[in-house]
Every structure is written in structure tokens, then in C-alpha cells.
């Protein structure tokens, strides 16, 4: 068993990393479930590129700021913020804060 922190940075420069926190396959109740923590470094999706993804994904903003285009429209999330994506839903990363940390719990 091993504890890490969500806060701790990384020692490289970057523009996105993501950690896996959790990951399992092949549960009677999921095929599958990830946690991950992803860092973004002032990242944006290109302009026509739109994640369509197989499964639901939760996420929370835990420092810094987003802003998602779901469905066409805009929604800015800050510290704190959370939201729900069903399946298949259009979104995409219209741009993020230097410091901003997400935690994604997605699942199938």
C-alpha cells in the first residue's frame, strides 16, 4: 500500500499529464472503472475536434479553471466545480488555467 497526494506536482515542465490513480477491468458491476488525475498547462481541444467517448465520465476541478463546450454551449468550471457526462455526449476543452488539476472518475 502506497500513499501519494493529489496536490504534488510533477518534476518536468508540461503542458497535460495524467496519473492513473485507480484502475479495474472486468468487475461484475463495471467493465470498467478509471480515476485519473490530469494536470493541464493552459491546454485547449483543436476547434473541431469533439471527444464522442463509450463511457461516463465524472469530473472535478480540484485547482484552477476550465472552460467546456458541451453540446455548443459553454460552461466554465473553477475550483470546486463538478459535473456529470453521460456517454456520448459532444464536449470539448475550450481552455484551461496554468494550474489547472482535474480528478476523472470514468466508468463503463
Request: hydrophobic share 35%.
Amino acid at each position: 500500500m502506497q500513499i501519494e497526494n493529489l496536490f504534488e506536482d510533477p518534476d518536468i515542465d508540461f503542458t497535460e499529464i495524467s496519473k492513473s490513480i485507480f484502475r479495474q477491468s472486468n468487475d461484475h458491476v463495471f467493465k470498467f472503472l478509471h480515476i485519473d488525475r490530469i494536470y493541464s498547462n493552459g491546454v485547449a481541444s483543436d476547434k473541431n475536434f469533439y471527444y464522442n467517448q463509450d463511457f461516463d465520465e465524472w469530473i472535478l476541478i480540484i485547482e484552477g479553471e476550465a472552460t467546456l463546450e458541451i453540446n455548443k454551449i459553454w460552461h466554465k468550471l473553477v475550483k470546486g466545480s463538478y459535473l456529470y457526462l453521460p456517454k456520448h455526449v459532444n464536449h470539448r476543452v475550450e481552455s484551461t488555467s496554468q494550474d489547472c488539476i482535474w480528478l476523472t472518475i470514468s466508468w463503463k
